[in-house]
């Protein structure tokens, strides 16, 4: 199992004191952030459209970064895209593919989106506009959690996403199942009252640890998506730890470690 480790977004501005130093630009954060991790989940797709002129400056800045893409929220959440939609994330996420940096998209579903014929064609199509890519599903709603789904989203070319999350009412958790080419492995903290905001333990970051290794023997990729002050940048360089990979935490984000199980 070759495990990649990063975080979900790189762009913060509560991660100056914290990651980044004081009196770095702003320009530069991807090539700070790449010194310490090869790997990055561009969520800001999301939201807008990824611009190509954007996508091409990233890359420009980092010579070995990996990038996934989340999907904008017009596949996922409003689910009324246009063909001229797919045709214009495809192209400016072009530059990352030709250079051979492309990890995956991800599809992010709402805990709305529950199993029912008329979203499993809406992944169908999904499926066919963007063929050609790895692509990879994070489903919240419990109602997916069966086997016929697995096969389902294996036969489309899919990769299941597995997450860490609050526990309690209809979000799933897990499933813990290995589904697709890759393994994909988001982890989003555990407080449903401060979503993003929450540390895990050296404890917690074991246990987890423990459910990837039994994910199967291919390429994993792990995205910490509890950015609050940069906590995800630290529970990824200590689950990078706990996994032999080399990595250095900066000392300023030393004191917030609760332990140093590896000194």
Known sequence: MRVYIGCSGFFYKDWVGGFYPPLLKREDYIRFYSKYFEVVEINSSFYNLPNRGAVKSMLSRTSSLKFAFKANRVFTHHRNYLQEDVKKFLHAIEPVIEEDRFIAILFQFPESFGYREENLQHIKRLSEDFRGLQKVVEVRNKSFKKSDFYGFL??????????????????????????????????????????????????????????????????????????????????????????????????????????????
Request: charged letters at 30%; a positive charge.
């Open 154 to 263: 294996e036969e489309l070319g899919f990769s299941l996403v597995n997450t860490d999350a609050p526990k309690g009412g209809g979000f799933l958790v897990g499933p813990w199942v290995e589904v697709g080419g890759v393994n994909y492995v988001r982890l989003h903290g555990r407080d449903s009252e401060k979503p993003y905001d929450y540390l895990y333990s050296l404890e917690e970051l074991k246990k987890i640890k423990e459910k990837i290794k039994k994910l199967g023997n291919k390429d994993t990729y792990v995205f910490f998506n509890n950015t609050v002050k940069a906590r995800a940048v630290l529970n990824a360089l200590q689950l990078k730890l706990l996994f032999g990979i080399r990595a250095d935490i900066p000392k300023s984000l030393q004191s917030s470690l609760r332990e140093k199980e590896w000194e």
